[in-house]
């Protein structure tokens, strides 16, 4: 069991927080300043918040004596990433009211919100709860958005996978109420009824040792990423019948520079579970051993890739046998061959329409070139489709009926959406960024206000040798902590220093290897000289159908 002699600061903080409360009430309602008190800014992420401040003004402030410019990111907990035209549409105004406006969708399917003040924050919550929304369990250490393959196309039984998102949310969600008592206003229990009713056998007292993650991917496409989280499910589907599900553990991208005990690892396959009770057992179990034997004391230690290199995915393998009470059963072969999401307009099995949205880094607003936000409002006004989120930060518009498609398709047209995904090319296409600056207190470099200018800048070279189509993946983030999941990119750059990144390469485009460092702390004109003669090599040197990563692989320019 994980040492419980030096527990972290965050331990102590959860042990006496009573259930997530701590004095978060009190913080609110002090309103000589934006911030929390410490110890509830470290609870707030549990509600799904993250105290941050605009960096892009600390100077200003601190020359004028003022305070940082404290404000709140929330992010939705949304299982699956799938929310109703309805749903949008509150998120719309809600957005409107109290953020920067700009609704980001992230890598892990979800939406965040910035900029929102502390004074507001409850009424974004109380919207989004109206909305049939909430935030819990998106930050924290807990279960956090379970992913899941966003097209319905990818199978005729997409319902039926995605429908675990849902299960596998509800099986982590804390027994606490404060969410509700804080947020919503909700009756404080009496000492007798909250002992009985907040009970947590999963959490405990002290939750999880760090973040949880889970993600579920359908075959052939991985664009959940599925062997970069901390479990992972792999739908097995024969004749249209889902027969169960290839189990992985121990995946994790977050690193620290210049601490070789941190690194990216990629999941390990530890069976097959061919039952929807074998499922939900096993992950509930898997969750338990990461509570159990996580590290305690070091949270840079702490996800379970660690913990599973520590006790041996053998070792790991048994004990979670011995909880679950069943063997897993012999892995069950599967085939990934994409990441990509399926952009533009597509039917399903049933005769239903899609419209896949290129939103680049996530963000939707309204520019001079498309307006996303407008077109979305306006679509979801319409009442005639769902929006779903991918994980490669991209909107689809779903459920169409064959008989409204005209319509959704005029709207895209006027607003630019349709012209704006179609013509942006195919690296930009597949890539992703990070946040970064502004808000992310953790970034060492831009993110997403950088990589589509580096891409304006690539694409002649792409073009240069005849790799325009070619849809290399790239990711950039602002710092190691693999937020784009840059470690499995073709082309990873990752932030060292404001306008530095390390150049990684050798991933392969179907996420299932890692890539390595190849130039360290390289700045852009570093970056274009060496893409450039890359380009060069792959273009003339490069076997039929052989992609980027498995070319920068085969010729040894990472080990
Ligand atoms: Fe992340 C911390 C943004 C996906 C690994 N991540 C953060 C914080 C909250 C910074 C902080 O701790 O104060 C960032 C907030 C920035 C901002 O201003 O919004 C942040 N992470 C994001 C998002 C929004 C990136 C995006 O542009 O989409 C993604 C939100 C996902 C979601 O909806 O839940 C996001 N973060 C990821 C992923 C990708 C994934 O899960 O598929 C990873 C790598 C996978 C993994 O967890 O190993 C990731 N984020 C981290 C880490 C490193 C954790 C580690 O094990 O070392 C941190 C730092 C930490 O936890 O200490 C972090
Ligand atoms: Fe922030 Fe780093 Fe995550 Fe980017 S990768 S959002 S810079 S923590």
Request: glycine share 8%; with cysteine.
């Amino acid at each position: 069991m994980s040492d419980t002699n030096k527990l972290s600061g965050t331990e102590h903080i959860k042990m006496k927080s009573d259930g997530l409360r701590g004095t978060l009430k009190e913080s609110l309602k002090d309103q000589l300043t934006g911030a929390l008190r410490e110890d509830d800014q470290a609870l707030v992420k549990f509600h799904g918040m993250y105290q941050q401040d605009d960096r892009d003004r600390r100077e200003e402030r601190s020359a004028k004596k003022l305070e940082w410019l404290y404000s709140y990111m929330v992010r939705l907990r949304i299982p699956g990433g799938f929310i109703t035209s309805e749903q949008w549409e509150a998120l719309h105004h809600i957005a409107g009211r109290h953020s920067t406006g700009v609704i980001k969708i992230t890598t892990r399917q979800t939406i965040q919100l910035h900029g929102i003040l502390k004074s507001h924050v409850k009424p974004t919550l109380q919207g989004f709860n109206t909305a049939g929304l909430d935030s819990i369990s998106a930050c924290g250490d807990v279960n956090r958005n379970v992913i899941c393959g966003a097209h319905p196309e990818f199978s005729p039984i997409h319902e039926e996978i995605f429908a675990y998102a849902g299960k596998l949310s509800k099986l982590g969600l804390p027994r606490t109420r404060a969410y509700y008592e804080i947020w919503l206003d909700e009756k404080p229990l009496t000492p007798q009824v909250k002992a009985e009713q907040e009970k947590d056998p999963l959490y405990q007292d002290r939750y999880l040792p760090r973040k949880f993650k889970i993600a579920i991917a359908i075959p052939p496409n991985n664009d959940v990423d599925v062997f970069a989280n901390d479990l992972g499910l792999i739908a097995i589907v024969e004749n249209n019948k889902l027969k169960g599900f290839n189990l992985v553990v121990g995946g994790g991208q977050g690193a620290t520079h210049g601490n070789p005990n941190t690194y990216p690892r990629l999941g390990d396959v530890l069976g097959f579970l061919d039952s929807e009770e074998k499922v939900l057992k096993a992950v509930y179990e898997v969750i338990t051993i990461q509570r159990d034997y996580g590290n305690r004391s070091d949270r840079k230690l702490s996800r379970i890739k660690y913990t599973i290199e520590r006790m041996g995915v053998e070792n790991f393998k048994k004990e979670l046998e011995k909880r679950c009470g069943f063997e897993l059963l012999p892995e069950q072969p599967y085939k990934f061959d994409s990441r990509s999401d399926l952009f533009g307009w597509h039917k399903n099995h049933e005769g239903k329409w899609y419209y896949t949205a290129f939103v680049e880094a996530g963000r939707v607003l309204d520019d001079e070139n498309v307006a996303f936000k407008t077109a979305f409002l306006e679509i979801a006004k319409t009442r005639k489709a769902n929006f779903r989120f991918t994980c490669n930060q991209n909107l689809i518009l779903s459920d169409i009926e064959e008989k409204d498609k005209k319509e959704i398709d005029a709207i895209l047209r006027k607003y630019n959406i349709i012209d704006h995904t179609d013509k942006a090319g195919a690296v930009r296409k597949d890539s992703i960024a990070c946040v970064a600056y502004n808000t992310c207190p953790l970034a060492l470099a831009e993110a997403q206000r950088y990589l589509p200018t580096l891409i304006t800048k690539m694409e002649p070279l792409l073009s240069k040798y005849g790799l325009e189509d070619d849809n290399i993946s790239v990711r950039m983030t602002g710092c190691p902590n693999g937020c784009g999941r840059p470690y499995v990119a073709e082309i990873g750059f990752i932030g060292t220093g404001y306008g530095r990144y390390n150049l990684h390469l050798g991933g392969d485009r179907i996420g299932a290897r890692l890539n390595k460092i190849y130039k360290e702390n390289v700045d852009e004109e570093a970056i274009l000289q060496e893409l450039d003669s890359l380009f060069n090599v792959y273009s003339k040197e490069k076997n039929k159908k052989e992609t980027f990563g498995d070319f920068a692989k085969r010729v040894k320019w990472v080990d």
